[in-house]
């Protein structure tokens, strides 16, 4: 809406993508901010609450929570993005397909716990998967049939892409990225807060290297590759993030409400395009680096037990390790925060040393 009135009126400002990103952050950040406290006072009387896994140590009091708060976050994003963004851009029409897609796989997984009451239920296994799959080939085949995306693939500290994988490779190695981010940020949900600021960090880094490899002056300077178009997309991210620091503000330990599938999915779908778009998806290695140790472990404990009948940590995604270890749960949150933080740093140092 903002860059219709700049086309209609002339109003010089809304041209500018920095400032309609910065509207689309606060738009999203306040009605999130209006609009979950309505949402928690009916799921509580709804008792949509997060059922919660009976492994999981010390975590039987929050068994009254509400969830599917990402069903309101992912909604202020979308609205934000309706006020601020331009819609005759092909990157954020995708965006907007991985941002609904997933969240909807999500929502669907998170119904079906909440009516059986049992957090094992919901989708299966194969069955979400299965349906992870149609999303991230549907934006994949969107980004090569109808944006016209270039296939190459660049790693960090190298100034020229390393190769260009084609339309059979491509879509292939980026339907692993969004099968990859989305389920290690739903790996990550585990504790109050634990997925949503590193999710706010990873969305500022891509947002920012969406926006140079959108700039055609920034994009030279830095040895970057130049896609036009795909700074815009920095409003995706920018609503997002708005949207999920307002979500904190519920979300902190001790958590008033949990985003469930519904966001988690949504969060990892739109982490994963924006790697994509910023031809990022190997320094994403780094940027998601607690998404990515939060999965390694996981697999790590599940082939351990499998192959040699013995656990690598006391229980698994890592942050239950150390529950178990009995760190306190607010220390846990705030340290890998802080990992993260430092990770996104690192990540964004590389950008230079090409």
């Not at 979950?36 to 140590?57: D, E, F, R, S």
């Amino acid at each position: 809406m903002l860059y219709a009135f700049y086309e209609y009126f002339d109003i010089n400002l809304f041209q500018y993508i920095s400032v309609r990103a910065g509207f689309g952050f606060f738009i999203a950040f306040f009605l999130t901010l209006f609009i979950l406290p309505k949402y928690m006072a009916w799921a509580i009387a709804q008792k949509t609450h997060q059922p919660i896994n009976k492994y999981v140590p010390n975590h039987a009091s929050k068994a009254n929570t509400p969830t599917m708060g990402g069903a309101i976050f992912v909604m202020a994003t979308v609205v934000a993005i309706l006020f601020t963004s331009n819609f005759s851009n092909h990157y954020i029409i995708a965006g907007l397909i991985t941002l609904i897609g997933f969240a909807m796989v999500g929502f669907q997984d998170d119904l079906g716990k909440i009516l059986t009451g049992d957090n094992l239920q919901g989708l299966s296994g194969k069955g979400k998967l299965a349906l992870q799959t149609v999303i991230g080939l549907a934006v994949s085949l969107y980004l090569i049939l109808v944006a016209d995306f270039p296939t190459t693939i660049y790693v960090p500290f190298l100034k020229e892409p390393l190769f260009d994988l084609g339309l059979y490779f491509a879509i292939p190695f980026w339907l692993f990225t969004f099968l990859a981010m989305t389920n290690a940020v739903n790996l990550t949900d585990g504790l109050d807060g634990l997925a949503t600021v590193p999710s706010i960090i990873s969305l500022a880094t891509l947002g920012i290297i969406v926006y140079l490899t959108g700039h055609a002056i920034f994009s030279g300077y830095l040895y970057m590759p130049n896609i036009k178009g795909v700074g815009e997309v920095i409003i995706l991210a920018a609503s997002l993030s708005g949207a999920l620091l307002g979500f904190l503000w519920f979300n902190c330990y001790p958590a008033e409400i949990f985003m469930g599938d519904t966001g988690s999915l949504s969060i990892g779908g739109v982490l994963a395009y924006m790697a994509i778009l910023g031809k990022s998806e190997v320094l994403l290695v780094i940027i998601g680096l607690i998404f990515l140790i939060e999965t390694v472990s996981v697999i790590l404990q599940v082939g351990s037990y499998k192959l040699r009948k013995k656990r690598v940590f006391l229980m698994a995604p890592i942050h239950h390790h150390f529950e178990m270890k009995k760190w306190a749960e607010n220390k846990i949150i705030v340290r890998f925060w802080m990992i993260s933080f430092l990770s996104n740093i690192i990540a964004l140092i590389s950008l230079k040393i090409r």
